[in-house]
């Protein structure tokens, strides 16, 4: 079954714990992102990478980090998480289509 | 930067009738793509449906159909026969072509399809 996985669905952590979100797709993607989605702001762009080794940033980059070591792999990188980055994140992947098949979600607390 | 706006937060519709809901956007390019996505309850972003810019034809998805207002910067949500299904939030979205990847949300709308 085609789809993006990301790991875990729900972490509650504490401010400067380091953490990391796990995305992966199967379906041989070029393009992937990550987004977070607030209540009133929809959802914003964090990063978004166009192939292996290749990222940029979006809307939203400062306090993350991420890599695109595999192509099927783009995980998201918190290091020093603040309560500010409590959120609702998606991964989301698309081939030169550009329609974007989205993850399952993940909802962050930072306490 | 591209906006996205969608100035309708909530909207009802009762079920079988015909419901629209409204997407602009702000930008100087002439080449990109126009989403919805649909977010139930469960969180799941679903795509209903999307629009090249060079095409000038509105897309259509069964019950659902756009109107694709290109020199107005509109990009029309229809959905017709509304069923309780179709209640959730709906996303309108903007990507410019041959810049990268980014993407651009509007806030939402929650539509909520009345028995």
Known sequence: ?111 | AQTVTQSQPEMSVQEAETVTLSCTYDTSENNYYLFWYKQPPSRQMILVIRQEAYKQQNATENRFSVNFQKAAKSFSLKISDSQLGDTAMYFCAFMKLNTGNQFYFGTGTSLTVIP
């Open chain 1, 1 to 111: 079954e085609a789809q993006v996985t990301q790991n875990p669905r729900y972490l509650i952590t504490v401010t400067g714990k380091k953490l990391t979100v796990t995305c992966s797709q199967n379906m041989n993607h070029e393009y992937m992102s990550w987004y977070r989605q607030d209540p009133g702001l929809g959802l914003r762009q964090i990063y978004y990478s166009m192939n292996v080794e290749v990222t940029d940033k979006g809307d939203v980059p400062e306090g993350y980090k991420v890599s695109r070591k595999e192509k099927r792999n783009f995980p998201l990188i918190l290091e020093s998480p603040s309560p500010n980055q409590t959120s609702l994140y998606f991964c989301a992947s698309s081939s030169a289509s550009r329609t974007q098949f989205f993850g399952p979600g993940t909802r962050l607390t930072v306490l």
